[in-house]
């Protein structure tokens, strides 16, 4: 008797698959993920002893494997994509046969930074933009104003998986982009455009098209209320390198940094500034951050900071006030909430600094998100310095984590950092 259709529940956020809904995934613990899905019966299994078996199954490839001193070693074909900062991060530029993820959150300018180096890549490469958001003409008005203007560039609007694999194995381009994942369907999989299973499927497909035919492929991946990419975890896995776009929408600034690079360090990090003509590569992230400090005001802070391979200098802000409430407010913008409470708690316990009945306020400008340890002492200087109302001097950059015995401990990469300001 065949086999029919059955009913499923999948987590959106690591594809844990279930007969029955939970409200609470028990493998990654999220909440509210699991969402419907249609399960296609699946072929039987052949047994161990015909895998065991002396018949090799269809389709093996005697010549699959190689000895390692036999692999062709020549170093990887790479694409300059015209951007320093994009080449910096992808560790020299664009390999050939790589599957690129770029992610972000909506509006950042993750297809303006992609449409952009369509115009110097267009110069001697062939490259084909799949929109599966925009219509043909649509993607045209964005390029105009880019001032994209490469005959080298093919467009599609198509959304079918198996249509985009034969349009570039008709094409024949060199670099692939496809924005974005979300809205690609394979017909095969009952699930609609987006879910864990079309999602999962589709970059597979685009992954074996990418090793076989040598063709770079970008693409372009929405994110969920926290930040992540939309889809299964295991989606980051599959690519070759995955790209985050940071910052706030609604600033100017954005950073582009690299969490996983099968070809490069992940230590990098881009900043560009989004204009009218799109987006400027920033040479200099220090000036930009720095620029427009108040001088002479009381709560700010220079601070030294890793972003990357190297220092950047960034403004702390702190603002302490008396508070109208009976629970004094903490709040924290571009920094660990749950940290800056613990440097309260070590101010007044150890250095003697009461903030009880204070309300705090703490801002990294520039759109950043400081996460390391060093950033402790700028902070909790600048809530001194707002407590105090005492202005810090404006030649004074700090770097250093603070111990919980009140102790000011050392960091890495402090010759860096030294380095960078003259020490």
Request: net charge neutral; hydrophobic share 40%.
């Amino acid at each position: 008797m065949a086999k029919t259709a059955k009913m499923v529940y999948v987590c959106s956020n690591c594809g844990y698959e279930s007969p029955k809904w939970y409200g609470r995934c028990p493998e990654c613990g999220e909440w509210n993920t699991f969402l419907e899905e249609i399960k296609q019966p699946t072929a039987k299994a052949p047994s161990v002893s015909a895998a065991l078996g002396s018949v090799p199954p269809a389709g093996y490839n005697p010549d699959a494997v190689t000895r390692l001193k036999d692999v062709d070693s020549n170093e990887e074909v790479r694409y300059y994509t015209g951007i320093s900062e994009l080449d910096r991060v992808l560790g020299g530029g664009i390999v050939r046969g790589s599957l690129v993820l770029l992610g972000g959150d909506p509006g950042i300018g993750k297809s303006t930074l992609l449409l952009q180096i369509c115009e110097y890549l267009g110069e001697k490469k062939k490259i084909l933009y799949v929109s599966g958001e925009e219509s043909r003409s649509q993607v045209k008005l964005r390029a105009r104003r880019l001032g994209v203007e490469t005959d080298n560039l093919l467009l599609a609007s198509i959304t079918d998986i198996e249509n985009v694999v034969h349009t570039i194995i008709q094409t024949k381009p060199d670099i692939v982009m496809v924005d974005s994942i979300q809205t690609m369907n394979f017909a095969s999989v009952n699930s609609s455009s987006g879910s864990v299973s079309q999602v999962r499927e589709c970059t597979q497909i685009l992954a074996r098209v990418a090793k076989n035919e040598e063709v770079a492929i970008f693409l372009v991946g929405h994110v969920n209320k926290d930040g992540a990419i939309a889809g299964p975890k295991v989606l980051e896995h599959i690519v070759d390198a995955v790209l985050y776009f940071e910052g706030e929408r609604h600033l100017s600034y954005r950073i582009l940094r690299a969490v996983k690079n099968r070809y490069g360090s992940t230590n990098e990090i881009g900043v560009f500034e989004m204009t009218g003509e799109g987006l400027r590569q920033v040479e200099n992230p220090s000036m930009m951050l720095l620029s427009g400090r108040p001088s002479n005001v009381s709560g700010t802070c220079v601070a030294c900071v890793m972003e990357g391979s190297g220092p950047i200098m960034a403004e702390v802000q702190a603002l302490v006030s008396k508070t109208s409430f009976g629970t004094p407010r903490r709040m924290s913008t571009g920094f660990d909430f749950n940290r800056t409470a613990l440097l309260i708690a070590v101010l007044e316990k150890r250095a003697g600094y009461f903030f009880g009945n204070l309300d705090t306020y703490i801002n990294i400008v520039g759109g950043l998100r400081l996460d390391e340890p060093a950033v402790d002492l700028p902070i909790s200087l600048a809530l001194i310095s707002s407590l105090l109302d005492k202005p810090i001097d404006d030649g004074v950059i700090a770097f250093g984590e603070i111990g919980l015995a009140g102790e000011i401990r050392a960091i890495v990469n402090a010759s860096k950092r030294g380095a960078k300001i003259g020490l």
